[in-house]
Every structure is written in C-alpha cells, then in structure tokens.
C-alpha cells in the first residue's frame, strides 16, 4: 500500500460509540505502526476516527466534533478492524486534496455563521442548543429532578451573553464561604482515556468537582475471552497512565496491547507487563503524586487517589495473569464503580475524576459484571 | 543604557520571526481567516461560556507568597555585596529570612498550602 | 537616545493607564495596568537604573497575575462578557486627580531642582546591596516583622480554614481534615 | 571582573534563529525519545520536529466563540519572544548579547513573564479545559518560584555579582553544580516548570485535553509549541555559566563548550517527559513551601560562608 509514500505525524482523534470499541484498539494499533499521534482534542487532529456507530445524540455529538477540527482534516468511520489501515490511509490521502479541502473548509464557515449568530439571533439559537441538550438527555437515562435544574440554566440563555450562550452564574456559597460562579463541563467522547459512551455533566467550583451527573452510561461490550479482555485491560491501564502523566509507561501498556491482539504469543507479553505492574508498584512518585504523602493505615476512607492507584496497578496484574494462565479467566475486581463517582470526585479536582474513570475500565466491562 | 541595546535589537528580531511564521502559515494554509468554533466540550454545546467568577482554590497561598516575595527586592543587591561586607551581612539577612520563615512554618501549621 | 525611549515608553505607559478604565475586561484592565508598569520599567532602564528598572518589570508582572485571579474572582460580575464600569465615585475622584496632578506638575516645573553634583557609583546593585546592609540597616530590620505581620494578618483574615478547624477543637485530630490532601503530610 | 565582549546589534538580530537551531535539537531529542516509545526505530523521532511543523504552518487556525483574541495571541506570540529575550544576557563563551550588570535578575524578570503568557494562554480562548489549566500553572508558579528566586541568588553570591558573565569566570576549578546541588536541581525542577514540561506540564496535560493547548491550531499551536521549546533551550544555555563553569573546557573552544554543555542539559530537560508521573500542583505547593524553600535558603547560607571565606 505504499508504505513509504504516506505522511508521517498525522494527529488523529478517536470517537467511540459502544460497539466500537475493538476498532478503536486496531484504529490505535495502525496509528502507532503509520508512526502517527493521537490527538487529545479536535484542535490537535488532522484525521477524526469514528469507531462503531453512533446513535441519536452521541451522532449528533460526532458531528459536532468534527466541525471544531481545524482543516486540513479527513474522517473516517470504522466498522470493522480488517479496514482500519487502508481507510486511515485512504483519509491521509484525503489531507492532501486541495478541492476537497476548500469545501470541508466552506462547510466549516458555513457551521460556524450559523452556530454563533445567537447574538442577533438570540432565541434562535438558544432553541438550537436546547433542542440539541435534550435530545442528550432523552438518551441518558437521568434523574429528573437533576433535569429540571438543567432546563433552568437553559432557560437562562434568553438574557445570556455572547452567541446564545449563558453566562455563568453564582453558586451557593461554596465549602470555603465564598461565593463565586458554578460552572459546568460535559465531559465524554474525544477526550483522552475516555471510555466509550460516557457522558457526564459536571458542576465546578473552579476546578473542584461539585456535583456529577451522568448524561449517559455505556453499555457493556468488553468481550471475556481471555486476550481481548487482557488487552482491553492494558488499554485501560494505559489511560490512567496516560492521565497520570507517565506517558512512557503508557506506551509500554500500548504497545503490550497491540502485540496481544496481534496474537504475539502471551507468554512474552506477560512478562513485559508484570515488569510494568511492578515498575508502577514501586514508583514513589506515582505513589505521592496520586495517593499523597501518607501512607494508609486499614481504618482510612477509601480516598480516591488512593483507589486509582490500586486499580491501576490491579488492572496490570490481572492483564498478566490472564495472559499467563487464560484458563482461570479475569480475576480483575473493580474496587468502586459508575455508582461511587459522585462520592469519591465530588470535593476533588477535575483531573481525580478524569483519572477516576479511566481506572473504571469501562470498555473492558462484560454485560456479567455490572 | 548603551548595553539594553542588544534586547531591543533581539525583542525585535524575535517579534519578527513570529510574524514571519504567520506569514509563511498564510501563505501555505488552506484558508487565511480561522474558522470560529465552539469550544471542545465533547460534542456538546457549552453549559456557559468559561469566562466567568473562578475560583482558584490555592488563593490564601497569593497571601502568602506575596508578603514573602517582597523580600528579594532585598536579597539581589546583598548577594552582590554579601563577601564585601562579612558576617554582620549574613546574619542580619538571615536573621530576617528566619522571621519569614517562620511565618511560613505558621501558614503551614494553618493549611495555607492546601487546596482550600 | 534615551530621550526618545523615555517618550515613547512614557506614551506607552500613559495610555495603557487609561486602557485600565476603558475596557469591559478584568483580565484585559489587569494585563494593560501590567503594560503600563512594564513600561515605567523601561524608563527606569533607560535612567541606568538596571537593578530598579528590572525588579519593577518583575515584580509588577507577578503582581499582576495575581491580581488578575483577584479580579476575576471577587469583582461580583462576569469578568469579561458584559459591559462594566472601572471607575467608582468618579466626581470626587476626578478632583482628587487634577489637584494632584496640577500640584506635582507645578513643583516639577517651579522648584529650582539643584544639577548633579558627583557622578553616580559604577556599580548601583552594589551600593544599593552596601546602604541596606549599612546606613539604612533600620529600614530591613523593620521591614521583616512588617512582612511578618502582613503574612500572619492577611492569611487571618484571608484564610478560610485555620488550625482549629483541620485539627478540632482540641487540636488532637491525628491527621488535619484537608478537603484535598497536601504533599507534606500533617 | 571577567572580560566579554558584547556582540553588535547583527548578532541580536540572529539570537532568535540561533536560540531557534538549539531549541530543534531539544525537540527532535523529545520526539525521538516518544518515537522510541511507540516503537518506532531509533533516531525516527529526528525529522519529526519538521514534519510537525509542516502540518502545523497548513493548518488552519481556529478561533472559539467570545474568545479574548488580544490576550489569547500576546500569549502565543509572547512565548518565543520571552524565550529570546531569556537567551539575550547569557554569554556564549567570550561573547554576549547584553552584557546586563543584573543579567541575573534579567532572567528571572522574564521568567516571571511566563506567569502571565501561560495564564493568558488559559483564558484567552474562553473553554473550560484551557481556562483550568490556566489558573493551575499558576498554582504551580507560587510553588516554584520562590526557590527559584534563591536557586539563581546562591552563584550570584558565590560570585559577588549579578553579571552572568561574572558567575561564569568565578567558577575557576570547581564548578558551582558540584557545591551548590541544592541551587542547581532547583534550577532544573523550575525550568521544567516554567516551560510547563514534562512532570510540571499542569499547563497542556491530556487530562484537560491538551490544557491551553486544548483549542489552539495551526500556527498558533506552532508558536506554543516552539516557544515551549524556545523557553527550556533558554534555560539550558542560562545553566551553563550559572552552574556550569561556562566555556570551561579543555580542547574545544569557549563557545563550543557553552554549546555542548547546553545541549547537554537540554536533553536531559527534554527527556525528563514522561518519564515520571505529572506533578500535580495541590500535591507539589507544600514541597516548594516547606522543602524546596528551605533547602535553597540552606544553600545560599552555605554559598554566603564559602563566599565569605574567599573574601578574606
């Protein structure tokens, strides 16, 4: 396929929908051998992959995505892993056409008139943007009560500021006495390390997490059968690592991925990535960075620096010992879940949460273990 | 005066070199005005706009920092002339950084370096 | 040479004074008040003062930044995104102004300021490192209880949570009750 | 007091270019090191600084709604400049741009600016990630600045001057790294920090999406980029007559000394990313409060009675 001929250094984004997981781990895969990045926002990408098919609001939620890529930029959406190195090269191919280029370019002017005309066109807009919010909402499941509140922000928008767009308002007074404006972030698709088909709404005091709600929750897909699981697993581990900021020790976990699902026999990964659990176990700085300074006595709250740590690490170790004795299945145990996020972020910086959830391993979830 | 010279000749150059880089990414890009996006919240319109009352979480560290800082207006010139002028030097600024550090020790006793 | 470097910093200095109260912005009146300083550094410089010219542009960027956070912060209005107003109390402070301006500008022009006698030292870092450290000996020793006394009165009367409310009544909690833990322990 | 010639106005004219050469060599080192980790063959990661720049100069720049476009570029743009202005007082064996009596506090000056370009880089774009990672660099930036302050006093001590050429001469025989450690790690952590790289990269982290960098493309995202490597190749050339004996050396000459060394530290500024976890700010404030400070005033105590018993 012309190897030598392709662009070296693309940036591509992953978007996920629930059944595309595997093809985001071969779409990853064929990135690392193009000698290619992967990009941590649209800004950063050239090539936006779309893994598995999204649905209802995580489609409209692609679209959006891809509007906010600068150009050049080509996208691709992946159904099946047998096709990911000819389409990602099919769409470095796409980088280059000037004609196509100019109308991707064009479209992207014309999304951008219309998306922030809400100054003159207030109501409009804000129509536009609620329209859109719901039908998020309509997916996700939530609790109602959490819904009115949010109409209520929404219903803000007609006295809003700039482009449709409300204003921040003032929170109750905050644990601190001050009283200062609560904000929101939606956090899921496109972000690093984000498992597929999360979506969660978070208040911000600042950056201290005060409120979470979960816009929407993905379904299981991992697969138990054992390599897959075990490379789901380093993939997850990887996230976390990557989260935490120790990118070298993340690439390791990647590239112990992709040779398990290369079917590399696992009795030589296995000992690479036991080496990496036990290079995470005995990093200090790891350690201080997500635990703190102190050690933990058996009576202490279960603090969330503390549990990310031990699922990063147990996520590691369970990878390897599927790798080495596949017949005794996953002995991975989540130590919290979905369900204790609010207690253990709310009061935390956004990054806690952000490594929070990718030490879920929410794409490695069987439909057994919910 | 004659040796700051050189800063406006390199502040200029520099200044240069960055318009230089804009021209070049004018001249080979495929449009010349950006394109206006929403911010990144994952495919979602933004809740509000992110300019907004933010409260930064380490503020009682400000305090503290800027009452200390204001003691290297001090520590430069002694540096310069800590040798010249012998242990009566060392002793008074230390003596005064003594003072200073303990007010830290106190600021950490209170948790002034924590997040509040 | 250094005339016209004076100028110009001079205007720059001025006009980013008056871009403060002219802008809907608290980070762009904090960041022009920044500009504005920044350019009285460069008159300093342009004055040999290297040691004073320097430490304003220092200081001032890292006061600004900070101030920057307060304003946003604390001022009780979106920092950025609505019209504002800069100035509070305008008529009294217009006066207050134009009395002071008129006053300094008169003693500027009329008093009969003395030429230079002597030449200035060849290294001004050192002989102001010798007056600290000799004649105005006084002004450090008082300036470190003052500092002193800022940090312990402003974190006082800044400070949200005090000892007794990580350790307890009785300060006899092991471990301080810290909403997000520290990197030293205690 | 040591002898340097200043180099004329034509020289500062290509101090950026020059700065520019040092700062590629850092980054081809860094993407040579992420290269290797994604399993790519050694010495692939070279090139790369080129072709990143050549995606980067043909992409397309993107604004976001209500963004504050004046600061957002004085942040983008004053990136690459600071950096130079940082380089300007460091002498390159016998010559030097500016030769500063305070070329020392000069530095500093400047690396204070970055308190404001990073922070600016933050709020400039009106987006969540970026603003966060704003206000957290700041955090960072009271942690370290202090002992950065007493790190970059101790050789001015040691020296009796605040002319950077003055520390270079006065470190005849014995190296100021190998008797002022404490000055010389803290002058390396705080690099790193104010570059915003590596484990004090709080400004442009995954985990805000690319921080300030989350909505920044095309040349923008270039200048950030390159200013971020401009700034730690600034740092690395200031390290060489601080802690460094400056052009000392056998053989080569001055100036190609002053070059090695630098290289030298550049590396090892470029390779400490990813190697070791991110430092966060809530964690790293009492370590620069009640570690950092008080081991760097230590070691200015120690330059101060060394210095002293030189003198008489």
Redesign the interface.
């Given at each position: 396929m012309g190897v030598t001929r392709i662009r070296r250094g693309v940036h591509v984004l992953t978007s996920t929908a629930a059944d595309g997981v595997l093809v985001r781990l071969a779409a990853e895969r064929a990135v690392r051998t193009l000698g290619w990045v992967l990009a941590w926002s649209p800004a950063d990408a050239d090539v936006l992959v779309v893994c598995g098919t999204p649905e209802g609001a995580e489609a409209d939620a692609v679209e959006r995505v891809w509007q906010q890529l600068p150009g050049p930029r080509a996208r691709v959406r992946l159904d099946d892993p047998q096709d990911v190195s000819d389409a990602l090269v099919a769409a470095a191919a796409a980088l280059e056409d000037r004609a196509a280029q100019e109308g991707l370019a064009h479209d992207a002017d014309m999304v951008a008139q219309m998306s922030t005309q809400g100054g003159e066109d207030m109501d409009h807009a804000g129509m536009d943007h609620e329209d859109m919010d719901h039908g998020d909402m309509d997916h996700s499941g939530m609790n109602h009560d959490q819904m009115d509140h949010s109409h209520m922000d929404h219903g803000g928008m007609s006295t809003g500021?700039?482009a449709g767009i409300p204003?921040?308002e003032g929170a109750s007074k905050d644990?601190?006495?001050?009283e200062?404006?609560a904000w929101h972030v939606v956090l899921g698709q496109g972000l690093p390390g984000w498992p597929a088909g999360l979506v969660l709404r978070v208040e911000l005091h600042g950056d201290?997490v005060t409120d979470l709600l979960v816009l929407a929750e993905p379904t299981p897909h991992g697969r138990r059968d054992t390599p897959v699981q075990a490379a789901l697993l380093l993939d997850a581990a990887a996230s976390v690592l990557d989260l935490a900021g120790w990118s070298l020790a993340a690439s390791a976990s990647r590239r112990a991925r992709d040779d398990v699902m290369e079917g590399r026999d696992p009795a030589e990964v296995a000992p690479r990535v036991e080496r990496l659990a036990r290079r995470m176990r005995r990093s200090v700085l790891l350690r201080?960075s997500l635990?703190?300074?102190?050690r933990r006595t058996t009576g202490d709250a279960p603090?969330a620096?503390h549990l990310v740590r031990s699922r990063a690490i147990g996520l590691l170790e369970a990878a390897g010992s599927m790798l080495t004795a596949p017949e005794r299945g996953a002995p991975a145990q989540r130590p919290y879940d979905l369900d204790d996020l609010p207690a253990l972020a709310v009061?935390?910086?956004l990054a806690t949460l952000r490594l929070l959830v990718a030490g879920l391993a929410l794409d490695a979830r069987v439909a057994a273990d919910v | 005066?004659t040796g700051?010279m050189g800063i406006a000749v390199a502040l200029a150059a520099a200044l240069a070199l960055v318009c230089l880089a804009r021209f070049v990414a004018r001249a080979r890009g495929p449009r010349r005005d950006p394109v206006t996006v929403l911010p990144f919240q994952s495919g979602h319109a933004p809740v509000e706009?992110a300019?907004?009352?933010?409260?930064?979480?380490w503020?009682?560290l400000?305090?503290?920092?800027?009452?200390?800082?204001?003691?290297?207006?001090?520590m430069?010139?002694?540096?310069?002339?800590?040798a010249?002028?012998g242990t009566?030097?060392i002793v008074?600024m230390f003596?005064?950084l003594g003072?200073?550090l303990?007010?830290?020790v106190?600021?950490?006793?209170?948790?002034?370096?924590?997040?509040? | 040479?250094?005339e016209v470097?004076f100028w110009v910093a001079a205007v720059v200095s001025v006009a980013a004074g008056v871009a403060v109260f002219r802008t809907d912005?608290m980070?762009?009146a904090t960041?022009a008040l920044?500009a504005s300083f920044v350019a009285v550094g460069v008159i300093l410089?342009?004055?040999?003062l290297?040691?004073l010219g320097?430490?304003v542009?220092?200081?001032m960027?890292?006061?600004?930044?900070?101030m920057?956070?307060?304003m946003?912060?604390?001022?009780?209005?979106?920092?950025?995104?609505?019209p504002m107003s800069m100035v509070h109390s305008k008529r009294t402070a217009t006066a207050i102004a134009v009395v002071v301006f008129l006053g300094l500008a008169t003693a500027a022009l009329a008093i009969p300021w003395p030429g230079r006698s002597g030449a200035p030292a060849a290294?001004l870092?050192?002989s102001?490192?010798?007056a600290?450290?000799?004649s105005k000996?006084l002004v450090?020793?008082t300036?470190?209880?003052v500092?002193?006394a800022?940090?312990?009165g402003?974190?006082v009367l800044?400070?949200?949570?005090?000892?007794y409310q990580?350790y307890g009544d009785d300060l006899d909690r092991a471990?301080?009750d810290?909403?997000?833990?520290?990197?030293?322990?205690? | 007091m040591s002898e340097v010639t200043e180099a004329g106005p034509l020289w500062a004219a290509l101090a950026p270019v020059a700065l520019l050469a040092l700062a590629t060599v850092g980054a081809a080192v860094a993407h040579t090191q992420a290269a290797r980790a994604r399993g790519e063959a050694a010495l692939s990661g070279v090139g790369l600084p080129f072709v990143e720049s050549a995606r980067l100069l043909r992409q397309r720049r993107r604004v976001t709604v209500?963004a504050?476009r004046?600061?957002w570029q004085?942040a983008i743009g004053g990136l690459p400049v600071v950096a130079v202005l940082m380089a300007v007082v460091v002498p390159v064996g016998p010559v030097v741009l500016v030769d500063?009596?305070?070329g020392v506090?000069?530095f500093?000056?400047m690396d204070?600016?970055l308190?404001?370009l990073w922070?600016?880089a933050g709020?400039g774009p009106?987006s969540a990630h970026s603003l966060m990672a704003g206000?957290r660099f700041?955090g960072l930036?009271l942690a370290y600045?202090l002992p950065l302050m007493f790190a970059l006093t101790s050789p001015a001590i040691a020296a009796h001057s605040?002319r950077v050429a003055d520390l270079a001469a006065a470190q005849q025989g014995l190296w100021f790294a190998v008797w002022m450690p404490v000055a010389f790690l803290v002058f390396l952590g705080a690099a790193v920090a104010f570059a915003s790289w590596g484990p004090f990269a709080v400004a442009a982290h995954a985990d805000l999406a690319g921080g300030v960098l989350a909505e920044t493309s095309g040349v923008d995202r270039w200048l950030v980029l390159v200013g971020r490597h401009l700034v730690l190749a600034a740092a690395a050339l200031m390290a060489v007559p601080l802690f460094l004996g400056g052009g000392a050396g056998p053989l080569l000459g001055p100036v190609a000394w002053t070059v090695v060394k630098a290289v030298v530290v550049l590396a090892g500024l470029e390779l400490v990313a990813g190697r070791v976890p991110l430092v966060r700010p809530?964690?790293?404030?009492?370590?620069g409060w009640?570690?950092l400070l008080p081991a760097t005033v230590l070691q200015m105590l120690v330059a101060a009675v060394v210095a002293l018993g030189g003198a008489s």
């Open positions: 500021g700039p204003l921040a644990r601190d006495d001050l200062m404006d201290v201080w635990e703190g300074p102190r603090s620096g009061g935390q910086e | 005066m700051w706009h300019m907004s009352r933010y409260h930064a979480r503020y009682p400000t305090l503290l920092f800027l009452a200390f800082d204001v003691e290297m207006l001090f430069y010139p002694w540096a310069v002339v800590v010249a002028i009566a030097a008074e003596a005064f003072v200073l303990a007010g830290v106190w600021a950490w006793r209170e948790g002034v370096m924590r997040w509040v | 040479m250094t470097v912005s980070a762009r960041y920044a410089l342009a004055f040999d290297d040691y320097v430490i542009i220092l200081m960027i890292m006061e600004m930044a900070i920057a956070l307060f946003i912060m604390l001022m009780g209005m979106n920092p950025a995104l609505m290294d870092t050192r102001l490192g010798e600290v450290m000799g000996m450090m020793l300036i470190s209880p500092l002193f800022t940090i312990v402003t974190l800044g400070h949200p949570r005090d000892r990580r471990r301080p810290d909403p997000i833990e520290g990197g030293v322990g205690r | 209500a504050d004046v600061l004085v500063s009596p305070v506090v000069w500093n000056a204070v600016m308190w404001a922070w600016l709020w009106n206000h700041l930036a600045e605040l809530e964690r790293f404030a009492e370590v009640m570690v």
